[in-house]
Nanobody, 128 residues
Framework: QVQLTESGGVSVPAGGSRKLSCLVSPKSRDSYCMRWFRQFPGKEREAFAAIDAANSHTGYAESVKDRYFISTDKAKNNLYLEMLDLKPEDTAMYYC?????????????????????WGQGTQVTVSS
């Protein structure tokens, strides 16, 4: 059973940057599509960044394009999210998730059976 553990959540002033990490144990397989979601208070979780473990292709929601960057390490033990020029409206709980499947368009994954595995979430708070 794969387990995901996020870290890196913090309070940061507007304009700052932060890198979140998600430990994947055991390491990710090439058949996974890996994503970052965020959840604003009172709202549903939404995917905003995805990476295909097979080819490292990435996709983003328009709302974070050119400010957020998803990546993995070579061994695919870790999933990262680098966030630049943070804004107060980026304040949310951030979750990593993996699914069997391939990257679609934007931050969408075409899943191929099985359940999506979630991390426990990490809070990012951006102050103005």
């Amino acid at each position: 059973q794969v387990q995901l553990t996020e870290s890196g959540g913090v309070s940061v002033p507007a304009g700052g940057s932060r890198k979140l990490s998600c430990l994947v144990s055991p390491k990710s397989r090439d058949s996974y599509c890996m994503r970052w979601f965020r959840q604003f208070p009172g709202k549903e979780r939404e995917a905003f960044a995805a990476i295909d473990a097979a080819n490292s292709h990435t996709g983003y929601a328009e709302s974070v394009k050119d400010r957020y960057f998803i990546s993995t390490d070579k061994a695919k033990n870790n999933l990262y999210l680098e966030m630049l020029d943070l804004k107060p409206e980026d304040t949310a709980m951030y979750y990593c998730a993996i699914s069997l499947g391939r990257l679609g368009s934007g931050a969408y994954c075409y899943t191929q059976g099985g359940e999506t595995v979630w991390g426990q979430g990490t809070q990012v708070t951006v102050s103005s």
